[in-house]
């Protein structure tokens, strides 16, 4: 079993920043690619971004590339999101999630997630 902790969300106006964290804990062995994911209210979760092992390949949603980037410490089992600048549209409960292989952008292909944290960005 593998288990996810996000931290770093909040409210913050619209231009603003914030760095979300991921933690993987339990029998992750390593090798594993990891992503992000967000589900605006009444919508369907949807990708962020996605890194690799080796952090040589990251993908980007349209939505989010040029202001969001991904990285990761493999010596602390961490990803990180850092976000800025922030739009309102970004507002959603953000995810991360885990999966032993390439970085992939669909939510189906990920083994395990976290509870998520809430992003709420303010006009």
């Known amino acids: 079993q593998v288990q996810l902790v996000e931290s770093g969300g909040g409210l913050v106006q619209a231009g603003g920043s914030l760095r979300l964290s991921c933690t993987a804990s339990?029998?992750?062995?390593?090798?594993?690619?990891m992503g992000w994911f967000r589900q605006p209210p009444g919508k369907e979760r949807e990708f962020v971004a996605a890194?690799?092992?080796?952090?040589?390949?990251?993908s980007y949603a349209d939505s989010v590339k040029g202001r969001f980037t991904i990285s990761r410490a493999n010596a602390k089992n961490t990803v990180y999101l850092q976000m800025n600048p922030l739009k309102p549209d970004d507002t959603a409960v953000y995810y991360c999630?885990?999966?032993?292989?390439?970085?992939?952008?669909?939510?189906?292909?990920?083994?395990?997630w976290g509870q998520g944290t809430q992003v709420t960005v303010s006009s």
């Open positions: 339990g029998r992750t062995f390593g090798g594993y690619s």
């Open positions: 999630a885990i999966r032993w292989g390439a970085a992939a952008g669909t939510a189906n292909e990920y083994t395990y």
């Open positions: 890194i690799s092992w080796s952090s040589s390949r990251t």
